[in-house]
């Protein structure tokens, strides 16, 4: 069985935000919501690198640890996924994910917290497979035709892997091998970690940074 | 007075037969069909057929590959 996972080439992305924006069309992410963003660490610093971040999908996800109302759930692929139906809103996911990955649109007059949002791996969430209710709530669900996540699919330079671990973790190590640099992975321990230890509370401290 | 004891005593022990269940209501949470399932749309990537498990992971795992230059290229082309 696929285990589905992200890895971003921090030697390669060019901070072209391609895979925001793909992942905003594809899914119809509405205003104020990024489940995809990139991030740079070291800004105007030599060296600076750029990453794409969104939600890891984690081995041992924390949102899922701390959910009151045990919204998520993990599919047969390994990705974390949550009924929007079921979620309050109450943003303990947000606090707990290392990534920054829950979103929560502002709705209605007052702004009020709506429901969770997050990057499904183009995977959709409870609904029928490719029903227009779950495009509604969840956006595109790729993996169900046979694609992988568009951010990936769309990047320019394959800074973005994604897709079955094994697969993208031998292409990111078969780059390593080539170029003889930039080995480092961010958050590759702190989502997937190792089987034995599961995944770390804290972040992986990126090298040379402040 | 003793018989008044024992009845209510009975309520009250019966009284527990009456509790709610506590199981969520509504939709299964997680039951959503496998991805592999499908449906085939007019949007299926060709390569594999809906429903069947093996030739969907065959087939993600192919797809995951075309992000690997190194294999699209000669060697040292």
Known sequence: MARMKFICDAERCIECNGCVTACKAENDVPWGVNRRRVVTLDDGVPGERSISVACMHCSDAPCMAVCPVDCFYRTDDGVVLHDKDVCIGCGYCSYACPFGAPQFPSNGAFGLRGKMDKCTFCAGGPEVNGSE????????????????????????????????????????????????????VWGWGTAYGKPAQGATAKPAKPQGSK | MKALAVLMLSALVLAGCGERSQQMAGQQIGGSVPSWQGPATAFTAPGWKAGDQGSWIQHMQTRAQGQNEFVRIAPGG
């Open chain 1, 133 to 184: 209710a779950e495009f509604e709530k969840y956006g595109r669900n790729r993996l169900s035709e046979g694609k992988l996540p568009a951010c990936a699919e769309m990047c320019s330079t394959k800074a973005l892997l994604g897709g079955d671990g094994d697969v993208v973790a031998d292409i990111f190590r078969t780059r390593v091998v080539a170029r003889n640099t930039g080995s480092e």
